[in-house]
């Protein structure tokens, strides 16, 4: 960068100087075109007034000249000595002779008879000769001889020096202010320079170095740890739930709290490292080469630290934790661009592995990834030529024992792969766009098979429940697919339940709590699946128009040890909000006991049915028909 600036600085110099020099010449060459104009001017005014005073000398001489009387003549001549460029006059007769001639002092006779009756001169001429006028001596109109005026061109030639001199402080004037004005200009330029230089590398919000900034210096600094024994790392930091704090306390909260992540981030690292905000709620810090092999995980894992620490946010203390990834050179990269893949590996790592945490670049993550990307390309073949499975799993009411409905999952068997699990693939899809094409796909024929179950058999009515993915109902052809999809299969939208995740309702709240007005207000049914493991705050169940929580299975699972309390809590909570409470994970004859007795109104688990496929479902669905219609 310094090299830069030397360079752009020296360029700047020879453009002022490239400048100045033009100028010069563009002066210069005026100059010369004014001197000469001047010298015909000059030499005009001249050659104008010798010949005014030659005809006032012949008007004077014309009586002595016919009188052949020299003497007064010469009086009248001498009478004309005090004109400044006079050299001498001569006054010939008509036939050419010599009459009288006067010259001024110093003249000698050779030069004095310079003017004779054939030196006659145009008036415009560039030239710094001496100036001839011949003019007609008459009386009456008769021709009676000539008077010669020789004027020296020495008055002529002073005014041009003095006229040239003049220019030239003109010209020097005019060339110092050009040079002080084109040096004001640079400055200005350069200082504009500058200040765009930084807008281009920092950002504007934290006055950290960019994105841009970030990258150049890791190649710098990559290129000087490639020299043995030196060592660079890499961290990259994402805040966890940034777009909840954007959401709930505005973006100005949002902005203070990068602020001060910023702040955070430059007062743990100190002089070790650069910190750079990439982008978003993304930052990295570059560990400089000289530092010890092991210094990057050790300045991860204090960053994690410094990170935890409450923030100060509009007035009151907020909690803001960081997922970290770090990965170093050369074990991780070789380059800045494997580097950075390798730390993002390790970053979409810590994220998965959930909030909180700081994990370092390993090979088999790297082998993890390739898997994931592979897996990706499959399943979007998968889902576009419409491949996946669906089963559903059914879902009883507790105290009748009833089929209420079932959840539809998907399943993906993939030709070399086998049965990929939905806990693999879904995670998958949910990184990209992928899970809105394969979302509106299980919608579409899950309603289609809940409209043909119900059809089936007169008087049942078991809904269907879809999971639905942040991103999905981010999507804003959300709404209208859901629509669509109602209406092209004529399910009842009572019999249509879409299940959202509690952590992706919080961290879109204001778009989820429009969505879910939108869907309720057209009769759909919504739960709140995995409840317990997100946030569980009441007040946001007050703020959602929900029907239904879904128990996660992690609790129904420690029933009846030590889940009895938070199963109990969570089930007087629902029903006071006046939602219903599905257990889900039920494996066990003493889980369902319990839950019977505890007053849970849906059960669903692999004790009362694993998800099976359609046409199995079918007959159960034709089969309780069946024993209803029987009782
Ligand atoms: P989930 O929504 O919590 O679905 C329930 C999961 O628990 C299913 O796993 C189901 O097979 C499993 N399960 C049901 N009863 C029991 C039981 O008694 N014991 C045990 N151990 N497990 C039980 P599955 O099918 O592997 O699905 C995993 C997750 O994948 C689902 O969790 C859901 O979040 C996601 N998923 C599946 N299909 C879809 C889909 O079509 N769209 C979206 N967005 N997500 C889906
Ligand atoms: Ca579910
Ligand atoms: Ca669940």
């Known amino acids: 960068m310094i090299a830069t600036n030397t360079r752009k600085g020296s360029t700047g110099r020879l453009t002022v100087r490239a400048n100045l020099v033009s100028v010069g010449i563009a002066l210069v060459a005026a ?12 030499r005009s ?17 014309s ?75 008459e009386h009456n109109g008769h021709l009676l001889g000539y008077v010669v005026l020789v004027a020296t061109s020495d008055l002529v030639r002073r005014q041009l020096v003095q006229y040239a001199c003049f220019l030239g402080v003109a010209c020097l004037g005019a060339l110092s202010i050009s040079t002080l004005v ?7 330029v350069s200082e504009a320079e500058r200040e765009l230089e930084y807008l281009a590398r920092t950002d504007p919000l ?30 990259l930091i994402d805040l966890d739930d940034f777009k909840t704090v954007n959401d709930t306390l505005g973006h100005g909260a949002g902005d203070q709290l990068l602020q001060h992540v910023a702040y955070v981030l430059e007062s743990t690292v100190g002089g070790r490292a650069m910190v750079s905000r990439m982008g978003g709620d993304e930052f990295a810090v570059t560990l400089t080469s000289t530092w010890k092999r092991g210094a990057v995980a050790e300045l991860a894992g204090e960053i ?140 579409q024929r899950a309603c289609v098979a809940a409209a043909a179950w119900n059809a089936s058999c007169p008087g049942a009515a078991v809904r269907v429940a879809v999971n639905v993915s942040a991103r999905q109902l981010r999507h804003p052809n959300f709404v209208p697919d859901v629509m669509a999809a109602l209406g092209a299969s004529g399910l009842a939208p009572a019999l249509l339940e879409l299940e959202l995740t509690e952590s992706h309702l919080i961290a879109n709240r204001e778009t989820a709590i429009d969505v879910m007005n939108r869907l309720r207000e057209a009769g759909v049914l919504l739960s709140i699946d995995d409840f317990g493991t997100g946030y569980s705050s009441l007040s946001y169940l007050h703020a959602f128009p929900v029907n239904a929580l879904k128990i996660d299975r992690s609790f129904i699972e420690r029933i009846p040890e030590d889940g009895q309390s938070i199963v109990t809590a969570i089930l007087s909570m629902a029903h006071s909000f006046g939602l219903h409470a599905v257990a889900e994970g ?46």
């Open 63 to 137: 009586a002595s000249l016919m009188f052949e009387d020299e003497r007064s003549t010469k009086d009248v001549l001498r009478s004309l000595g005090r004109v400044a460029y006079l050299q001498s006059l001569s006054v010939y007769r008509k036939d050419g002779q010599l009459f009288t001639r006067y010259a001024r002092e110093g003249i000698t006779p050779e030069e004095a008879a310079e003017g004779t009756l054939q030196s006659t001169e145009h008036r415009t001429t560039l030239s710094l000769d001496d100036v001839f006028v011949r003019a007609p001596i």
């Open 31 to 42: 100059s010369i075109v004014l001197l000469l104009y001047q010298a015909v001017a000059f």
């Open 304 to 443: 994690g630290a410094a990170l935890c620490r409450p923030a100060p946010l509009c007035g009151r203390e907020i909690n803001v934790t960081a997922s970290i990834g770090y990965a170093s050179f050369p074990e991780a990269g070789n380059d800045s661009g494997s580097l950075m893949t390798s730390a993002d590996i390790a970053l979409y790592e810590a994220k998965s592995r959930g909030k909180n945490t700081v994990v370092g670049f390993s090979a088999e993550m790297m082998d993890a990834a390739h898997r994931r990307a592979y897996l990706e390309a499959e399943l979007r073949k998968a889902v576009e030529s419409d491949a996946l499975d669906l089963v559903f799993q059914p879902q009883f009411e507790c105290g009748s024992g009833t089929l209420v409905g079932a959840e539809v999952l998907a399943r993906w068997t993939h030709g070399e792969e086998g049965d990929v699990s939905p806990g693999e693939f879904i995670p998958i899809a949910e990184n990209s766009d992928l899970i809105v094409l394969l979302g509106r796909t299980v919608l």
């Open 182 to 188: 084109m040096n004001r200009m640079r400055r200005r």
């Open 206 to 235: 934290t006055k950290l170095p960019n994105r841009r900034t970030f990258y150049e210096a890791l190649d710098e600094r990559l290129a000087s740890a490639k020299e043995p024994s030196r060592y660079l790392g890499l961290v």
């Open 586 to 631: 039920v494996e066990e004859p003493r889980q369902l006991a319990w839950l019977v007795d505890a007053g849970c109104d849906v059960v669903q688990g692999f004790l009362t049915g694993r998800p099976m496929s359609l046409d199995q479902f079918r007959a159960l669905v034709e089969n309780e028909a069946f024993d209803s219609q029987l009782a």
């Open 45 to 61: 005014a001249l050659y104008d007034d010798a010949t005014l005073q030659a005809s006032m000398i012949s008007e004077n001489i």
